[in-house]
């Protein structure tokens, strides 16, 4: 099982990276880390969200959410936005290139969902993969809070 987990994960790891060198300039590319990836999949998840809300996800602090977009800002990945109500508030949210980053990924997990439909033999079966996909993605979660 293993040694399966490891094809599939380096597969989506070498899909992604495609993704990366189709959007971002080669420039950009030298820039963009794997902790970029995570901030942008972690503000999509949020949607909209403030800077308090990036650092209490990410369990940073402020001042390493405000280098974190700034260096996102100048890549066109995020914008920011000042709250009509309260000016002090900054929103942040992705840019079409951020989402294009990001609907990569959305991609590339729809079409792994349509080969395992493709691979069982009913509909039980697949209850069972999703049963099991969804225990272990709640496990996941659980430990990293």
């Known amino acids: 099982m293993e040694e399966n987990f490891s094809v599939l994960v380096n597969y989506l790891w070498k ?20 902790n970029d990836y995570f901030y942008l999949s972690t503000i999509q998840e949020l949607g909209r969200p403030n800077f308090t809300m990036i650092a209490e996800t990410l ?6 959410v405000s ?4 260096k996102l800002l100048s890549m066109g990945l995020v914008e920011k936005e000042k709250s009509l109500e309260d000016r002090r508030v900054i929103y ?3 840019t079409e290139k951020g989402k294009q980053l990001m609907k990569g990924d959305q991609d590339l997990y729809n079409n792994l969902s349509l080969d395992i439909k493709s691979i069982v033999k009913n ?10 996909i969804q225990q272990l993605a709640d496990r996941i979660k659980t430990k990293n809070k």
């Open 59 to 64: 369990q940073i602090s402020k001042p390493a």
């Open 123 to 132: 509909e039980d079966e697949l209850s069972v993969i999703q049963t099991t």
């Open 92 to 94: 942040v949210q992705l």
């Open 67 to 70: 280098v974190m977009i700034r």
């Open 15 to 34: 899909e992604t990276m495609k993704n990366l060198n189709s959007i971002l300039t080669e420039q950009e590319l030298t820039k963009f880390c794997s």
